[in-house]
């Protein structure tokens, strides 16, 4: 299996001659503990750098959307898995079709919004890595007052939703 460990990685096409990060598609994590999630801010150098999402990334061709949105937001935050409860996942963006102009990007991407909650309802210690600048868990209510990633401020409405009927 460590043969397909960042199998994932690479880019995929997007609409409108766009690109998106992950040969297989990516997801990320939306941990909740009480009323607050977690939230990273992304550093500047990384794909639409310096705006507000979760944490997460590439996923691997052996992984499940769960199971790449746990592996990624622990390399990002050092939460570990076992921490965590996964309650649903959705995927928020895709499919995204192959783009025959473009044959060296991947097609049929998407992205997977995995929510989960801290199996204590607290919140967790986070140690953020060279992807973020800052990571924070913030009030729910409060996330539309952070500079968000497009995609992610596009999901976010019925990401808030969903969230006030898994609580």
């Known amino acids: 299996?460590?043969?397909?460990?960042?199998?994932?990685?690479?880019?995929?096409?997007?609409?409108?001659?766009?690109?998106?990060?992950?040969?297989?598609?990516?997801?990320?994590?939306?941990?909740?503990?009480?009323?607050?999630?977690?939230?990273?801010?992304?550093?500047a150098w990384t794909n639409n750098g310096?705006?507000?999402?979760?944490?997460?990334?590439?996923?691997?061709?052996?992984?499940?959307a769960a199971e790449s949105a746990?592996?990624?937001?622990?390399?990002e935050t050092g939460i570990l898995p076992d921490d965590v409860e996964v309650l649903d996942s959705i995927v928020?963006?895709?499919?995204?079709?192959?783009?025959?102009?473009?044959?060296?990007?991947a097609g049929n991407w998407t992205y997977t919004t995995v929510i989960a909650r801290t199996k204590t309802g607290e919140t967790l210690d986070t140690t953020a890595n060279e992807e973020s600048l800052e990571l924070r868990w913030v009030d729910i209510a409060a996330v539309d007052s952070l500079a968000l990633m497009p995609a992610f401020a596009k999901a976010w409405p019925s990401l808030r939703k969903l969230l006030n009927t898994t609580e």
């Open 1 to 43: 299996m460590d043969t397909m460990k960042g199998d994932g990685d690479g880019w995929a096409a997007a609409p409108n001659g766009g690109a998106v990060w992950g040969k297989n598609g990516a997801a990320g994590l939306l941990l909740v503990a009480d009323k607050q999630m977690l939230m990273q801010h992304r550093a």
């Open 50 to 64: 310096d705006t507000w999402a979760l944490p997460g990334g590439a996923r691997d061709s052996h992984e499940t």
């Open 70 to 75: 746990l592996r990624e937001a622990f390399e």
């Open 92 to 105: 928020t963006a895709g499919p995204f079709p192959a783009d025959p102009e473009r044959p060296e990007l």
